[in-house]
């Protein structure tokens, strides 16, 4: 952290990067908190406390946590059935499980996710974000409904996006001292307030004026029947919140060139949500858009999330209405920009040159991304390209066959698991066999139980034609594994006549 205050030039990058994503973060948290129905300051407060302590101490500088639509999904059916003193508990319990994920170091774990299920998860983010934008659009009836705004506030919204858009695109190219984002949302809040044009801004979602937040225990019922209510909710949120953070880390390793740590992150974002539920707020996660703002503008340092959260405060306790003077289409514009370079458009280009699996996957992870939910989405891109793995590594299983005088020898090749075990039963031949068969190991491994029971399988179908079925070139692994996977396999590999199977290893 001292080391910005050395270089004035990115310390500036640094504060205006975080002033830029504090005011992107508005507008996002008050719509996440009404989706949850809770006071738009649950969504505000948490924003603050998620973005200050993740900023601080997560493993990953740069990178900005806040109130996050992807938990509020899921809050709103507690909220709904028991209100929210019931979803801070949740929330307090969500971020005790995220502590134990860094104490256990699970946060590792997220290297393992393909490449295809990423590119799944970021196309599928960016479109769920660029969708978001459209409930901008629409009014609330008295019923309850939601109906389209009339066609020349429309058309006064667009034509200040395109604006803001276009400021956004085209500055960098004559001016970088400050963030073209900011810049285009000073400048059309100066047009919309000089001009006098009526337009939807921050103050029309609803007022943002308040105080710090408060110390607050949550008022439940501290016994195991409020446990058995929340226990569900906390780790449904504190999956989808580690997957979403995790993710995004991944993403901004790869953006920066640099590598955040996995677990420190789940340890911060545990340590964040645990605070944020003492203080009356909905918690929160990583999220990819204002990740995106922040590290578009150049930051790279935990300053700009620092900032960023001081300065939600701030607009929270000083500036409520300067804020809710910001008009909407800037915000929307900002994020349509942050869509448009969050979207892998070089993804297109895998059709018809990366393996129709992978390109499978990832239209699998992107479509349940939009139209499901995204923890469920990444987990089945996993399943899927596990899947896929399996089938592909069953399909390699061969044999190469030589007959020697007194024996046939089969020459495996292949990983023998539990996917590849009917194709191995499906290479030999126990009737046209002479008396003596030989499986050799030199080019293969058995990997699983599933693998020890298929050559114990093979060798009674050799026995019940009263021939001898040998292993041989066992590796050492292949040979413990067959030792533990109890009594029956080791009788007979050692002792036991009747399945005619021995350890040839030194033949």
């Known amino acids: 952290m001292l080391s910005v205050f050395s270089n004035p030039a990115q310390l500036r990058t640094e504060v205006l990067s975080g002033l830029t994503v504090a005011l992107a973060l508005v507008p996002e948290a008050i719509a996440f908190a009404l989706v949850a129905q ?16 993740t900023s601080s101490i ?9 109130a996050a639509g992807s938990l509020a ?8 059935t028991h209100g929210p003193e019931y979803l801070f508990a949740a929330v307090v319990l969500m971020g005790i499980f995220q502590l134990l994920a860094g104490l256990l170091r699970l946060g590792k774990f997220i290297r393992m996710v393909p490449h295809p299920v990423m590119l799944g998860f970021v196309n599928g983010l960016a479109i769920v974000i660029f969708l978001a934008q459209f409930s901008h659009f629409k009014t609330r009836l008295p019923d309850g409904t939601a109906d389209w705004l009339p066609s020349g506030q429309i058309a006064v919204m667009v034509g200040l996006i395109a604006l803001t858009m276009a400021i ?36 029309d979602m609803a007022s943002i004026a308040g105080g710090l937040p408060k110390f607050h225990l949550p008022s439940v019922p501290w016994n195991l029947e409020t446990l058995r209510i929340v226990l569900p909710y906390s780790l449904v949120l504190a999956g989808v919140g580690l997957i979403e953070s995790l993710l995004t880390l991944n993403l901004l390793d790869e953006i920066t060139d640099t590598r955040g740590a996995p677990n420190r992150e789940c340890l911060g974002l545990g340590a964040a949500n645990v605070v944020a539920g003492f203080f009356s707020s909905m918690g929160g996660c990583a999220l990819i858009g204002q990740s995106m703002i922040n590290v578009g503008n150049g930051a790279r340092l935990r300053l700009s999330g620092i900032v960023a959260a ?21 915000l929307i514009g900002l994020m349509f920009v942050v869509c448009e370079k ?15 699996s992978d390109v499978a996957v990832g239209l699998l992870v992107a479509a349940v991304t939009v139209f499901a939910d995204l923890a469920v989405a990444v987990i089945a891109g996993v399943i899927a390209s596990a899947l896929v793995f399996a089938w592909e590594h069953a399909k390699n299983v061969q044999a190469h066959i030589d007959l020697q005088a007194d024996a046939k020898v089969y020459r495996l090749k292949g990983t023998l698991f539990f996917a590849s075990t009917a194709r191995f039963a499906d290479l030999f031949s126990p009737r046209d066999d002479p008396a003596t068969v030989i499986v050799d190991f030199a080019e293969a491994r058995a990997m699983d139980h599933s693998a020890i029971a298929a050559i114990d399988a093979l060798a009674q179908r050799y026995r019940a034609l009263g021939k001898t079925l040998r292993l041989r070139h066992l ?33």
């Open 58 to 66: 997560g493993g990953r500088p740069g990178m900005i946590s806040a």
């Open 73 to 80: 999904v899921v809050m709103v059916a507690l909220v709904v």
């Open 38 to 53: 809770l006071h738009p300051l649950t969504g505000l407060y948490a924003a603050f406390i998620v973005a200050l302590i």
């Open 342 to 356: 969050t979207f892998e458009w070089s993804s297109f280009k895998l059709f018809g040159r990366a393996p129709r």
């Open 168 to 203: 956004i695109y085209l500055l960098p190219r004559v001016l970088r001292a400050v963030p073209a984002a900011l810049a285009a949302i000073v400048v059309v809040t100066l047009l919309v307030s000089f001009a006098g044009i009526d337009t939807r801004t921050v103050g």
């Open 310 to 330: 001081l300065s939600l405060l701030a607009f929270i306790l000083l500036g409520s209405r300067l804020i809710e003077a910001i008009p909407l289409a800037a």
């Open 475 to 507: 590796s050492p692994d292949c040979a413990e594994l067959l030792a533990r996977a109890g009594s029956v396999v080791e009788r007979d590999l050692a002792s036991d006549p009747r399945y005619h199977v021995a350890d040839d290893r030194l033949g």
